[in-house]
């Protein structure tokens, strides 16, 4: 299978080294850039799978640059890392086309989190063991027969088996959540664990993890 090719664009020396190294760690291709202009060129020659793109580079900024792409017909998904707080930057940036931002600093899982859950959109099936996931219909089945799932528990459900082996903050699940709390968070894993025989490991005051095996 081919890697996924990511384009980091980003300034900062340390945070981009950074970031590449965790995302080859991951299994994606990276090219990093340090300015929109080399960023732009590099596209001309390069098709990516997604664009993670500073707001304040050198020549072009990510805003500008991303504009650029979208008037060309370029729909690559796009997630701005940005330390600008401010509701008109960010509306400036969904204006642009981006489909995701996160706002420095970072916790580096939530990133990654964020960044496989984009580059599966295009594939509806995600599987684990005799678990698939058809995201685009949103079914849930166990050797191919249906199981009966509420739509909170699907959420919940489709975040733990997209990111099998890794540790999830409590507070991306409260996002799929109607009423988030921790009791009501606890039920859901504990009927998931149940319902479908999943090693969900609890890891205190963060978050769950969904075990590999």
Request: charged share 30%; glycine share 4%; net charge negative.
């Amino acid at each position: 299978m081919n890697k996924r090719k990511i384009l980091l664009l980003e300034d900062d020396e340390i945070l981009s080294q950074t970031l590449k190294k965790l995302l080859t760690l991951e299994g994606y291709t990276v090219t990093l850039v340090q300015d929109g202009e080399d960023a732009l060129d590099i596209t001309y020659n390069e098709k990516f799978d997604l664009y993670l793109l500073d707001i304040n580079v050198p020549l072009i900024n990510g805003i500008d640059f991303l504009k650029l792409l979208r008037d060309a017909g370029d729909k690559t998904p796009a997630f701005f890392l940005t330390a600008l707080q401010d509701i008109t930057s960010l509306s400036d940036a969904f204006d642009s086309g981006c489909d995701d931002y996160i706002k420095k600093p970072f916790d580096i899982d939530e990133l990654l989190i964020r960044v496989k859950a984009s580059l599966k959109k295009d594939n509806p099936f995600v599987e684990y063991k005799n678990i698939k996931f058809d995201t685009f219909k949103n079914m849930v089945y166990i050797d191919e027969e249906e199981v009966n799932l509420g739509n909170v528990e699907k959420g919940i459900l489709s975040l733990l088996i997209k990111n099998v082996g890794m540790s999830i903050d409590k507070s991306i699940f409260f996002d799929a959540m109607i009423r988030p709390s921790d009791s009501a968070l606890r039920v859901i894993i504990n009927k998931l664990r149940k319902n479908l025989n999943l090693n969900i490991k609890s890891l205190k005051n963060i978050g769950y993890k969904l075990e590999k095996s």
